[in-house]
């Protein structure tokens, strides 16, 4: 069982930075590929960025050249940089580990104003 925590939401005006932050338990995180995901209402949950154990990278078109994944090994925790963020970057962004099995996150609002 993988138990993973979101942080770092908010509200923000478009052109603005957000990072979010998904801590992950036990020792074996350096082995998971995670990834980002994003809900808005009324639409369904996609694909923001993923990041390998090796540190490979790949990113949805919408968001490439303005969202960074990374990782932290050390501290279990997986990163989202989320810059020039425009109103239809708003929505519910979870995280997900591959383990084994897949494992999520509660979730995190992102709300961009215009």
């Known amino acids: 069982q993988v138990q993973l925590v979101e942080s770092g939401g908010g509200l923000v005006q478009a052109g603005g930075s957000l990072r979010l932050s998904c801590a992950a338990s036990g020792s074996l995180f350096k082995f998971y590929t995670m990834a980002w995901y994003r809900q808005a209402p009324g639409k369904q949950r996609e694909l923001v960025a993923v990041?390998?154990?090796?540190?490979?990278?790949n990113y949805a078109n919408s968001v490439k050249g303005r969202f960074t994944i990374s990782r932290d090994n050390a501290k279990n925790t997986v990163y989202l940089q989320m810059n020039s963020l425009k109103p239809e970057d708003t929505a519910v962004y979870y995280c997900k580990a591959q383990a084994g099995a897949d494992y999520w996150g509660q979730g995190t609002q992102v709300t961009v104003s215009s």
């Open positions: 990041i390998t154990p090796g540190g490979n990278t």
